[in-house]
């Protein structure tokens, strides 16, 4: 080390002469790098002044040092210019996340929650073609018209061109809202420049497109997956602190995005839990309070709810405030009981480790380095708030945590970024989080409970062969309720019926469900309710785990089985691991005794 010596200094001076003596021979000389490079130059100059020993076997260690130094900082400089010149403009970067997401509708073609149909295109084909079921939550108005109206514009389209054929309809609601989540995703690349700067902001998008649970859901028709969404575009208007952005040349009007958190409160209330906090932050920050209340919220607020109560009077055929009605059973109520309860620590050991994956571990390094850094601790504690709020209720799902995970994927995408200024065991980890989340992605998307989706082709090929006889058969779904699709997939006005599980909002004594009474005892159910031969359906619906305790019954009512569909490699009570059709003979044509396996 350097020292204020004489000798020390005069070592130090021989020690560069000595380099520049040596510089023809082996060389070393500032210009490696070119003249223009200020940072090599200083750290040449820096590491000699430190150097130690004029025997030129230490210059050569030095200048070995140095080399690997210089070529580290032209590789990080190198990698600043890129990122610098490959900055898509939006509508380039929409394109290409256009393309990944319509390739996302592809990769998913399983069942994961009923809300995905029973409440937003079963909804909007009964609104469109006039015939659909709207289950227990739109007869008590709970539900508004708002969400599923988008994908009604669809189907009126498809109506108007005389093309509504059911594969379409299936199709372009999934390619609507593929449009809609790359939109988010274009959004969240440009909300963490914003925050975190261009380099930081692609690992945060880089985070948002790998993480399984993401491609699980981005393209569903859910509205817990137009609520993140709308999370994400409202947080990009949102007024963020001087000292949280890294680009300070925007700034955005109070009312946009105060408007995208309205249309998501009147698309799913639950909305509310994480804007709260986000709104009260703002409220305290404003300068002029009484402007915001009254050129912010009061505008906003009123054209929300003159928007929402004027739709919701359209289809409902009379006033309705579905926002409290939802909140007050949902949270009040706790209806949501009904479907299960889990723990109130569920969340945190379980949803969020399953939902992040291998994420959790770049989460975990994000919110350490920005907890030690002081900043975007507000972040944190609203993301707490949010599965605080959660865990007082009784049901608990993955999906409710979609509205957190875009902000989780902020700590993810700057641990990574961190990870990815090292050539070490950083690289490897990040392609470690790319390894595993793709096999989850295309397992849960492909095969984990496919065959209720793969089930409603067959029946609506069904229905088209021999819809020219003008008999349409009777299904019967033999299911826990809502397992399938319903008209919105089959688009036949046919006959079906499904075990009903509405909650006893009638507080009745000894109440008991449909489907629980069924499961019960399946045999007693199906000889009381199909005594009569000719009021029988001609086909049967169920899982496989069901046939050994109704097999007496298809046997003695000439049921057999004429299709199987692969569903699911882990059944679990009444969900079987495949969906079976059974058809009372004589009743289908022979081409569709049909095994799919």
Known sequence: MATSSDSELRKRSQVERSQDDDQDSDGVDEGLLGDDDEVSQRLIREAL??????????????????????????????????????????????GVLLLVRFLNVFLVQTYYVADEYWQSLEVAHQMVFKY?????????????????????????????????HPMLLILFPRLLQGLFASLGDVYLYKLAQRLFGSETAYWV???YLTSWFVCYTATRTLSNTMEMILLIIALYYYPWPKDYLADKSKSFPNWMYLSVVAFAFIIRPTAAIVWFPFCVWHF????????????????????????????????YGKWVVVQYNFLKLNFFGDIGANYGSHPCYWYLLTGIPVVLGTHIIPFVFGIKKCWDDKKFRHLMYIMLWTVGVYSLLS?????????ILPIAMFFCGHAMYNWSQKTTWGSFLIL?????????????????????????????????????????????????????????????????????????LKNKTDYMEEADRFYRNPKKWLATRYSNPKKQPTLLVFYSVLRP??????????????????????????????????????????????NFN
């Not at 070529?71 to 490959?86: G, H, N, P, Q, T």
């Open 49 to 94: 002044s430190e150097g130690e020993g004029s025997n030129l076997e230490t210059i050569r260690q030095q200048k070995e040092y140095l080399e690997r130094l210089l070529a580290e900082e032209r590789a990080r400089r190198d990698k600043r210019i890129f990122l610098d010149s490959v900055k898509f403009s939006t509508p380039r970067l929409l």
């Open 432 to 504: 470690g989080l790319l390894i595993t989340n793709l096999p989850l992605a295309l397992y849960f998307g492909m095969l984990h409970q496919r065959g209720s989706m793969d089930v409603m082709p067959y029946l609506q090929n069904l229905c088209q062969n021999t819809r020219e006889g003008n008999k349409l058969p009777t299904v019967t779904f033999l299911m826990p309720c809502h397992s399938t699709p319903y008209f919105s997939h089959l688009h036949y006005k046919v006959q079906m019926k499904f075990l009903d599980c509405s909650p006893n």
């Open 132 to 164: 659909g079921y709207l289950t227990w939550e739109w007869k008590h108005d709970l539900r508004g018209y708002t969400h599923p109206m988008i994908f009604a514009g669809v189907f009126k389209a498809l109506q108007w061109f005389e093309i509504d």
């Open 284 to 315: 305290i920050r404003a300068e002029s309070k009484l402007r915001l209340i009254f050129l912010g919220y009061l505008p906003v607020g009123i054209c929300a709810a003159a928007w929402s109560l004027g739709i919701d009077r359209i289809f």
């Open 395 to 403: 049901h608990k799902e993955f999906r409710f945590l979609l509205s």
């Open 205 to 207: 998008l880089l985070s």
């Open 549 to 594: 305790r109704i097999k007496t019954f298809l046997k003695d009512n000439d049921y057999q089985e004429v299709s199987k569909f692969f569903h699911t490699h882990f059944p679990e009570g009444r969900v079987g691991k495949k969906v079976l059709v059974y058809r009372k003979t004589p009743g289908l044509p022979p081409d569709l005794n049909t």
